[in-house]
């Protein structure tokens, strides 16, 4: 069964340095979200992104935080200056068009981010 | 805006038992999907079971069933023969349709499935 794959698993940081959180979607999906899951809470969409534009974004999503797609297969979510807060886990999901019948996303297994 | 409710923070239930873990949404949309994830302790999210909005019938996937109130925006599941592999923590998720909606989850449900 086709996988979303993220890299990397684990991440700690230094708090205020960038770090690029990397998503292969499956191939032939055209719709890309990232979520994040603080520990023991819910889990909370960021943005999502199609046809290279963000569709839609949370507030939590502020100027901090970037998505591009600059090779037509990695996905990824890019975070200037980490806060203490930003440690969580990140996950990104994919989800194919199928002529206007929605199946769900699959998500990858997630990236944990530990700023310190 | 929707939002999904899980009121219910843990569950135990006895190995090879049926339980139902609870989910109540609110939407003005009439077009839309419910989903239930599971998330074991490696913290993948995994697919239980889906269901549109417009059917009336009630989803199943094998050991796995929902209970579908549209009046009541209500959508349970229920775990038939409870195995030691279901203890995860379980959320309740709503989509509108269409391609490229988001989804909003509820806070989860920690389920433990006892020997």
């Known amino acids: 069964e086709p996988e979303v794959t993220q890299t990397p698993s684990h991440q700690v940081t230094q708090m205020g340095q960038e770090v690029i959180l990397r998503c292969v979607p499956i191939?032939?999906?055209?719709?890309f979200y990232w979520y994040r899951q603080i520990l023991g809470q819910k889990v909370e969409f960021l943005v999502s992104f199609y046809n290279n534009e963000i569709s839609e974004k949370s507030e939590i999503f502020d100027d901090q935080f970037s998505v591009e797609r600059p090779d037509g297969s990695n996905f990824t979510l890019k975070i200037r200056s980490t806060k203490l807060e930003d440690s969580a886990m990140y996950f990104c999901a994919t989800q194919a068009d199928r002529a206007g019948v929605n199946y769900g996303y699959t998500f990858g297994s997630g990236t944990r981010l530990t700023v310190v | 805006a929707q939002t999904v409710t899980q009121s219910q923070p843990e569950m135990s239930v006895q190995e090879a038992e049926t339980v139902t873990l609870s989910c109540t949404y609110d939407t003005s949309e009439s077009n839309y999907y419910l989903f239930w994830y599971k998330q074991p302790p490696s913290r993948q999210m995994i697919l239980v079971i889906r269901q549109e909005a417009y059917k009336q019938q009630n989803a199943t996937e094998n050991r796995f069933s929902v209970n579908f109130q549209k009046a009541a925006k209500s959508f349970s599941l229920k775990i038939s023969d409870s195995q030691l592999g279901d203890t995860a923590m379980y959320f309740c998720?709503?989509?509108?349709?269409?391609?490229?909606?988001?989804?909003?989850f509820g806070k989860g449900i920690t389920l433990s499935v006892r020997p």
């Open positions: 998720a709503f989509m509108r349709g269409g391609a490229n909606s988001k989804l909003t």
């Open positions: 191939s032939n999906h055209l719709y």
